[in-house]
């Protein structure tokens, strides 16, 4: 595993593996998900990614035993990447319902299942799937600390969280929260919407929690971006005029910029000050590699092109 000092949840890119390990059912995996999924891992790999995102949750616990596959085939892999998960949701099991769980026995329980999953004895960084409204703060940290402690998890994190509750959380942690996974795309726009709608009847119809960009930025939380791509909303899979034309923007920039619309579209993420780090979640070796371009080059989206994609994806001027 990198040094601590050197392990950051605040890589340019992230490779998310949630697309790994074959169906999204509690079938077997077999040679071909490993051997996709090593495709899939090289070339997140040759592009500079270093920082792989997993849930327990993902293909029912495949993604993260295909991956641990990957790196038993792969002598020093582990030493050269960084490890995320993620616990606190539960999946349906038969009659009862999906339901989040973020008890402290259920957090330490699923953390070493994924220890086992992916063959390692650490989890770099551990995330908190989504917030569980029963969660007691003081049990969760205990949990948390506990963890860290035994040398389980590294650090750790949130996803799918607001200010208020990461501060609320921190207020019970002595350890630092080191990232907030959201879905951020030029699609799902609300985390930037939500600045400019202050004062205004469209603010009613926003789901993303007004100053959480803020907070993270105030206390050093890292912003990772999944759905970053918008499930290939403007990259062929085009639905509404609006799309139709924004693809067709993304496709001249980067032409102009010799560059993929893959890039475009992380790059309209990177070069927001916020430091976003975008997940790239395609299993496809080829679409991963058409993002190389956002790894390695800082954002080359002015002022003005960064509004046109925006104003052009939203459909409708700023207030």
Not at 89 to 102: F, M
Not at 105 to 120: D, G, K
Not at 243 to 249: D, I, N, Q
Request: hydrophobic residues 40%; negative net charge.
């Amino acid at each position: 595993m990198r040094d601590e000092a050197e392990t950051k949840t605040g890589d340019r890119l992230l490779y998310g593996c949630m697309g790994l390990g074959g169906a999204w059912d509690t079938t077997p995996y077999g040679p071909g998900d490993i051997d996709a999924a090593e495709a899939a891992v090289q070339a997140a790999l040759d592009i500079g990614i270093t920082t792989f995102d997993h849930a327990d949750i993902y293909r029912h616990g495949k993604s993260e035993a295909v991956f641990g596959e990957v790196l038993s085939r792969t002598p020093g892999l582990r030493e050269r990447v960084v490890l995320q998960t993620k616990c606190g949701i539960r999946l349906a099991d038969g009659d009862r319902p999906g339901i989040y769980d973020l008890r402290a026995a259920s957090i330490v329980r699923r953390v070493e299942e994924s220890l086992t999953r992916l063959r390692t004895d650490v989890i770099d960084v551990l995330l908190l799937h989504r917030p569980d409204p029963l969660a007691d703060p003081d049990e969760v940290a205990g949990a948390l600390t506990s963890l860290h402690e035994q040398g389980l998890v590294r650090r750790f994190g949130v996803s799918n969280m607001g200010g208020a509750q990461i501060a609320q959380l921190k207020s019970a942690l002595g350890l630092p929260l080191v990232a907030n996974q959201l879905e951020m795309s030029l699609q799902r726009r609300d985390w930037v919407e939500a600045g400019v709608l202050v004062n205004t009847p469209a603010a009613a119809g926003l789901g993303y929690p007004l100053g959480t960009t803020e907070y993270c930025r105030a206390n050093g939380i890292a912003l990772q971006a999944w759905g970053a791509l918008a499930q290939g909303r403007y990259t062929g899979r085009e639905e509404t005029p609006d799309e139709v034309a924004t693809a067709r923007l993304v496709a001249s920039l980067a032409e102009a910029k010799n560059t993929t619309p893959e890039t475009i579209l992380l790059w309209w993420l990177r070069r927001h000050p916020a430091g976003i780090a975008p997940v790239v979640g395609s299993a496809r070796p080829e679409r991963i590699r058409a993002c190389a371009d956002a790894a390695v080059r800082e954002p080359e989206l002015s002022h003005e092109e960064w509004y046109d994609l925006w104003l052009t994806a939203r459909g409708a001027p700023l207030p």
